[in-house]
């Protein structure tokens, strides 16, 4: 057992050490966000449960609907130098926060895209669950090794077609920072690197999987969450590299619902996650966003998702077939303001039309730090377990 002072020492928007007791609290204030009530048992498995709308999802699952399952994540222990990551932490709480509420929950700390894991988790599947009626796929990572071949390949974020340069939001010393970013453009290699590692391969090899096994429930259906987002982020995101992997994701869910798979992908509204906070301009757009019409959280996005899901309240679904959680945000109004505060920004002014402290304040919350009601001078246990 290990206690000590944690501090956040980080670069930029990315943290070194994670806060055990604030990462804890975080589980809760999102837990807090749902009103358990009486469901009837359903079964599901996340991939990519521990952090952004993965965690939400699968907080959302266990405390209002009745989920029993499998969360799936990679994360880091702790060492003798470092905490350990995030993740590790928050899956900690989630997994206590299940037993109190009778849900059974097992969680699985690999590499999501291995066989060997796809193995492990689906004779857990047929162990715990019986069969599946929920698969959840979320999953945003930098590399993919595939088994077939041990070839690995390297997500980008670059553009398509021509160079970009966009705003972007940054902080020195706590101080919000405008910066011009300047974005490469991909070539057709790394495009399709990108599209290995975060399109729809893996998730069609899961569904694969537990076909072959007889692991899918009579209504069983799946969901892949996506993002779309602004145009004016778009030339690095939707229209970038990054979007070429969303595009096969979506393309992914229209050909299992050919071949009879209940799929589907889900267009999840802005947030801040690790993930989205690595990439330039989303910062900013995120701030703005909240300035001008506040941002509908992870958790009450994922309740909505569920109840598509579950049948309580029918499929939100645009021409394409995929579920719309992001309508408040590309609300024509909403974003019309959004272009405004965006082309108004200045290095003078940044501080004020955007929540540039806010958005700070949640990547920190990200790591476990900046949460109400946590000592942050007193010694907190680093060396967590795994949840059995």
Not at 172 to 192: H, M, R, S
Request: hydrophobic letters at 45%; charged letters at 25%.
């Amino acid at each position: 057992m290990t206690e000590r002072v944690v501090k956040p020492v980080g670069r930029g928007f990315l943290f070194l050490d994670s806060h055990p007791a604030g990462c804890a609290r975080v589980v809760r204030d999102m837990a807090a966000e749902v009103d358990a009530r009486p469901a009837e048992r359903r079964t599901a498995l996340v991939i990519g449960s521990s952090s952004g709308y993965g965690l939400a999802t699968t907080i959302a699952a266990l405390a209002r609907f009745g989920v029993d399952g499998i969360g799936i994540c990679f994360e880091k222990a702790a060492t003798a130098r470092r905490t350990a990551t995030a993740g590790w932490y928050r899956t900690a709480e989630t997994a206590a926060l299940a037993a109190e509420l009778g849900r059974s929950w097992t969680f699985v700390n690999a590499d999501a895209f291995a066989d060997t894991t796809k193995d492990e988790v689906l004779d857990l599947v047929s162990e715990k669950l019986g069969k599946l009626d929920h698969l959840i796929y979320s999953v945003a990572a930098p590399r993919r090794t595939d088994p077939r071949n041990g070839e690995t390949y390297q997500s980008v974020l670059k553009a398509i077609g021509a160079p970009h340069t966009t705003k972007s939001l940054a902080f020195d010393d706590g101080t919000p920072v405008l910066q011009e970013v300047g974005i490469e453009v991909a070539t057709d290699d790394e495009i399709a690197q990108t599209v290995k590692v975060m399109g729809g391969e893996d998730w069609a090899r899961w569904i694969t999987a537990l076909q072959d096994r007889d692991l899918l429930g009579p209504a069983f259906n799946t969901v892949a969450l996506t993002y779309i987002g602004s145009e004016l982020t778009g030339p690095l995101y939707r229209q970038g590299s990054i979007g070429a992997a969303k595009a096969d994701l979506e393309q992914t869910a229209l050909k299992l619902a050919a071949d009879g798979v209940a799929a589907m992908t889900s267009v999840n509204g802005a947030a801040v996650t690790q993930a989205s906070s690595a990439i330039p301009g989303i910062g900013l757009y995120v701030s703005l966003l909240h300035k001008v019409t506040g941002l509908q959280t992870p958790v009450q996005q994922s309740i909505a998702l569920w109840e598509q899901l579950t049948g309580e309240a029918s499929p939100d679904l645009d021409d394409e077939g995929r579920i719309r959680l992001d309508r408040w945000e590309l609300n024509d109004d909403v974003q019309n303001a959004v272009r405004a505060q965006w082309q108004s920004a200045t290095h003078g002014n940044i501080a004020e039309v955007a929540d540039a402290a806010w958005f700070l304040a949640e990547v920190r919350r990200l790591y476990g730090f900046d949460v109400p009601a946590v000592d942050y001078d007193a010694e907190t246990e680093v060396d967590v377990e795994w949840p059995a």
